[in-house]
């Protein structure tokens, strides 16, 4: 029997291990001595067979080491690439955390400008607020239009003279309809805007009120035209107290006149003396003055 010590050194799973093989082998042949017999052709045929099981052994083991080393190749090669992809996972966190950090400031700016901003909203509404009492509080009908004459903002009084509604914003002025006599407000409210003037005239209702329209500019603080600005000033009792003013002095200029002609056709027949005629004239003065005040 041959005996056979090998020290493993790989894989290295198994380096440090001791393999040990026993293996038959043939004893030297000798010439046959007394009493001794030849050895059957059978046991050569063993020792062949021992031989062939050793050598594929070694066969195997020479595979199983190879396909070991590239085992280890294989996850020498897939450890770098997790090591690889660790590193990359950490840049990527630091990445991350710097982005994080980075919306975190952005939040809080964009926290502080919407408080800016909430601040303006309530600012505003407030002088919205102001401005819409304050128009109120003049009992002035007013519309502002802007430079293509659409309706922006208009008072509770405007509402009295032209059918408006808070859906009319926007609309075009010439869409509207008005209790005013005033076919011309359109064509005046242009020319305002083209010559930077005002205009003014005195309007009749189809009701009979009378109203003293004012057309402006709108100008805004940094004095830009943004539209115009139309005032409607009730002054029917003004209006009235002319038109009974003016039939008072008609029918005294026409007493007046009828007197005149009475002396002058009655000649030396009036005799009445003249600061008489005169009080008279005076008292039926004061009487019509009296009567277009009532």
């Known amino acids: 029997m041959n005996i056979t010590v090998q020290r493993l050194e790989e894989p290295g799973s198994l380096r440090g291990l001791v393999m040990i093989v026993f293996a038959d082998v ?8 007394p009493g001794r017999f030849r050895r059957s052709p059978g046991h050569h045929a063993q020792l062949s067979e021992l031989e062939r099981k050793h050598q594929a052994v070694s066969m195997e083991l020479q595979t199983t080491r190879e ?16 090591q690889s992809t660790n590193e990359e996972l950490q840049s990527t966190n630091e990445e991350l955390t ?4 980075e919306m975190q400031s952005l939040n809080e700016e964009l926290q502080t400008v919407n408080a800016e901003l909430q601040a303006k909203v ?33 008072t509770t009084q405007a509402t009295k003279i032209i059918k408006l509604i808070p ?15 005033y076919p011309e407000l359109t064509a005046d409210a242009r020319e305002v805007l083209q010559k930077l ?7 009749k209702a189809r009701d009979g009120r009378w109203f003293t329209v004012r057309i402006m ?12 600005v139309i005032t409607f000033t009730d002054n029917t009792a003004a209006k009235t107290l002319e038109a009974r003013l003016r039939e008072d002095y008609a029918v005294l200029e026409k007493h007046v006149t009828q007197q005149s002609s009475e002396q002058e056709q009655g000649g030396d027949k009036v ?9 008279g004239r005076k008292r039926h003065a004061e009487k019509t003055a009296a009567h277009g005040k009532t």
């Not at 043939?26 to 001595?33: D, I, Q, R, T, V």
């Not at 859906?167 to 006599?181: C, E, F, N």
């Not at 500019?217 to 115009?228: A, K, Q």
Request: proline share 6%; charged share 30%; no cysteine.
């Open 197 to 203: 003037g005002f205009a003014e005239k005195p309007v």
């Open 217 to 228: 500019p709108y100008r805004t603080l940094d004095d830009r035209i943004d539209g115009v």
């Open 122 to 154: 309530d600012e505003l509404s407030r002088s919205n607020n102001d401005m819409k009492n304050l128009l109120n509080s003049t009992d002035i009908a007013t519309l502002f239009l802007d430079n293509d004459l659409k309706v922006r903002r208009f």
């Open 98 to 101: 710097t982005s994080k950090e």
């Open 26 to 33: 043939a004893s030297p042949l000798a010439a046959p001595g």
């Open 167 to 181: 859906g009319d914003v926007g609309r075009p002025i010439t869409d509207l309809a008005s209790d005013l006599l």
């Open 271 to 279: 005799t009445a003396d003249p600061a008489e005629r005169s009080g």
């Open 67 to 82: 396909e070991m080393q590239t085992s280890q190749e294989e996850l020498r090669s897939t450890n770098e690439e997790m």
